[in-house]
């Protein structure tokens, strides 16, 4: 069979490696090994495979790439470039400065092609399942016999260190159970990682364990310069529909450098005169800096044409699809070109009084997934093994799975993650990086630790991902300290761009899922006690919307009670106990601190005047009170296992226990000047 690649491929191959070099160099910082050893699976993948148009990164029915060992972001950078996306040579020379379109590892919202960030080993493989994930799922409910609105496949590179992460394993695991065929993953297998061989720690048949989780798998003895058997070995995965995909490529990292093959090309820039001899064995001018040869432009170009051919054809298509399925379209164009939520949605949000029952907020939460899922098919995810417990399955979701099993399809909305929360949030980013999608994860608020990796990532990417966490707190009982949540919200609350919501009653839980479902460039962290709430006096959505407001007030206040979720209606009835000896009390409810936090200066001020002494009552780390109040109530122990109402009474969360500690505020304070908390203004 007559090899498909040119002379020009090899010098596009060996014109990636010294780029990456140069790019590595210029900064004195980064990592030029991985980049130069895959470089050859880069330009195969571009000029060869992904279909994209780098004049139109967003093209929605794009193949997506991930580049799991995000280290290596100089080999996507340098390929971005060269294929005709916005990036520059001079955008290669800013490498790792600040500001640049080319960070130190590759970022969703800086850089045009970077499907997500990476850079957290693991991460990027467990995204290239969600995008998977996505596209099946898509394809499942736009699809028709005639039209292929979805039929892209997803492609990602990883190295020896993302496959020793857990992240990876268990999306792995899920990936071979979904059967997912639209995903073909190269493994860099140069044996090499920071403390040197991975004999040293990694020494098991990689293969055999994806064989075994239910991938196809290959190897490519030779991917340094056998580009034929590489280009099959993809070919060969594109053919396999029912399972993914792991090549196995054996390369030598850092090939061409005197320093190849060992650790001490992974992390630090060749040095000039290194460069010089890598230059010179590929023939290059060794006094030439970032420099490409036009015929390699030239084909890279005509691949760049090819995708932007393929767009106008999907897009010719479309208009097809349009007049013969005005519905479907109708809702494809909602999602990715409006990118509205349904109408009127929110009309479905219950409201509730306080002659309701008191109802645990994660089953108040079960009868709101069940009033607005229906009508906003966009909204689809799972627990981790715990949807009797998370409340989140609704009637009409449906099971998503691969047809072959008989209870589900691509087509249905519920997600069975198994005891999988680290990989449930990753994958989760992938479903929301995909676009179209509103994805959740849910299990108990504790366990959101084990995801935290990913959480976080959903933060830093400005992803719309909702954390739906129940067994929030102590309440949770007997399970001990193992499953309650202490430290775990003021964790969350210091995460950046995180809103997290504590809601007390139905009608604050209703405004969570409607502010979680409003803010699109966030994830949200929704927090759901295990008990039952009573229906609070006072509380609405539109107030809850504020992230904190006056829920019962008194005139001449002589002190502020503040809580969040289970503890608001403690404070309510500890206020009522201080009235009944002249002790007048505000009752602030605070669902969330970030939002109040946005809230203008002057209703800030309005719910949390200075002058009046506040407590603050949450059955977790006092840790992040102390910007709002001047003496936090709460537990900096671990929590303990027994019956809920010991526990409470134990750790002084009882209104007997709080109005004993609130009279000794008040008593202070009447000889005492109140601080001013500056930081709140």
């Known amino acids: 069979m007559p090899s498909v690649f040119s002379a020009t491929d090899i010098e596009a191959v060996n014109t990636i490696r010294c780029l990456a070099a140069d790019t590595v160099q210029g900064a004195n910082s980064g990592h030029p090994g991985a980049p130069m050893g895959c470089a050859p699976m880069a330009h195969i993948l571009y000029s060869k495979f992904?279909?994209?148009?780098?004049k139109n990164p967003?093209?929605?029915?794009?193949?997506?790439?991930?580049l799991s060992n995000g280290h290596a972001c100089a080999l996507q950078y340098v390929t971005l470039h060269l294929m005709g996306y916005d990036i520059t040579i001079d955008d290669l020379k800013k490498f790792r400065q600040l500001h640049s379109k080319t960070p130190g590892h590759p970022e969703r919202m800086e850089t045009p092609g970077i499907e997500v960030t990476t850079g957290p080993l693991g991460q990027g493989i467990a995204n290239a399942v969600g995008l998977a994930m996505a596209e099946k799922h898509l394809a499942a409910t736009f699809n028709t016999n005639d039209f292929k609105v979805f039929d892209n496949t997803v492609y990602c590179i990883t190295g020896d260190g993302c496959l020793q992460e857990g992240v990876a394993s268990e999306a792995s695991s899920l990936a071979g159970h979904m059967k997912l065929g639209n995903l073909i993953v190269l493994y860099d297998a140069n044996k090499i990682q920071i403390d040197g061989s991975t004999d040293l720690a990694f020494t098991e048949d990689v293969l055999a364990r994806y064989e075994s989780y239910g991938w196809h798998t290959q190897t490519v003895e030779n991917g340094d310069s056998d580009f034929d058997s590489l280009y099959k070995a993809i070919a060969d995965a594109k053919l396999v529909t029912d399972k993914p995909s792991l090549i196995k490529v054996h390369t030598t990292i850092g090939f061409g450098s005197a320093k190849q093959g060992t650790e001490k090309v992974h992390g630090?820039?060749?040095g000039d005169a290194d460069i010089a001899n890598v230059k010179t064995l590929f023939h290059f001018d060794p006094s030439l800096k970032y420099h490409v040869g036009q015929n390699v432009y030239d084909l890279y170009k005509a691949?760049?044409?090819a995708g932007s051919q393929k767009e106008a054809e999907w897009n010719q298509m479309m208009l097809k699809y349009q007049q013969a399925h005005p519905d479907l379209y109708s809702e494809f164009d909602r999602r990715f070109n409006k990118k509205e939520l349904p109408t009127d949605w929110v009309k479905n949000l219950p409201t509730f009084s306080p002659s309701d029952a008191p109802?645990?907020?994660?089953?108040?939460?079960?009868?709101?997934?069940?009033?607005i899922a229906p009508n906003m098919p966009e909204f689809l995810g799972g627990s981790a093994d715990l949807t009797g417990s998370n409340l989140t399955y609704w009637k009409t979701a449906g099971e998503f799975q691969h047809p072959s099993y008989d209870f589900g399809d691509y087509s249905g909305r519920y997600i069975r993650y198994g005891v999988r929360e680290h990989a449930m949030a990753a994958i989760s980013n992938g479903l929301?990086?995909?676009g179209g999608l509103v994805p959740f994860a849910s299990t108990f608020l504790n366990f959101i630790s084990y995801a935290v990796g990913a959480s976080r990532l959903s933060a830093l990417q400005q992803l719309q991902v909702i954390y739906i966490m129940t067994h929030d707190s102590i309440g949770l009982g007997e399970d001990g300290p193992t499953h309650q949540p202490i430290e775990t919200l003021s964790m969350l609350r210091a995460t950046p761009n995180t809103v997290v919501l504590r809601p007390a009653d139905g009608n604050e839980t209703s405004a969570s899922y409607l502010s979680a479902l409003s803010y699109k460039d966030r994830p949200s962290v929704i927090c759901l006690t295990r008990q039952n709430l009573p229906q609070l006096q006072g509380s609405s959505i539109e107030s809850a919307l504020k992230g904190g407001y006056v829920l019962q007030d008194v005139p001449n206040p002589d002190l502020i009670l503040i809580g969040t979720g289970s503890e608001v209606s403690i404070c309510v009835d500890t206020a009522k106990v201080l009235s009944s000896e002249g002790i007048n009390c505000r009752v602030v409810s605070m669902p969330s601190f970030e939002i109040f936090d946005e809230q203008p200066e002057e209703y800030r001020k309005q719910v949390l005047p200075n002058g009046i002494p506040r407590i603050s009552v949450e059955a977790m780390s006092t840790s992040s009170w102390y910007k709002y109040a001047h003496h936090p109530i709460g537990i900096d122990t671990f929590g303990a296992s027994g019956k809920i109402d010991d526990l409470y009474n134990y750790f002084g969360l009882t209104p007997s226990k709080i109005a004993e500690k609130a009279r000794s505020v008040v008593q202070f304070y009447k000889t005492n000047p109140v601080p001013v908390i500056e930081k709140l203004w």
């Open 359 to 371: 109802v645990a907020t994660r089953k108040l939460s079960e009868g709101i997934i069940n009033a």
């Open 58 to 66: 967003d093209w929605i029915n794009r193949d997506r790439f991930v």
């Open 432 to 434: 929301a990086a995909y």
């Open 303 to 305: 691949t760049a044409d």
């Open 268 to 270: 630090a820039p060749l």
């Open 50 to 54: 992904i279909n994209g148009n780098p």
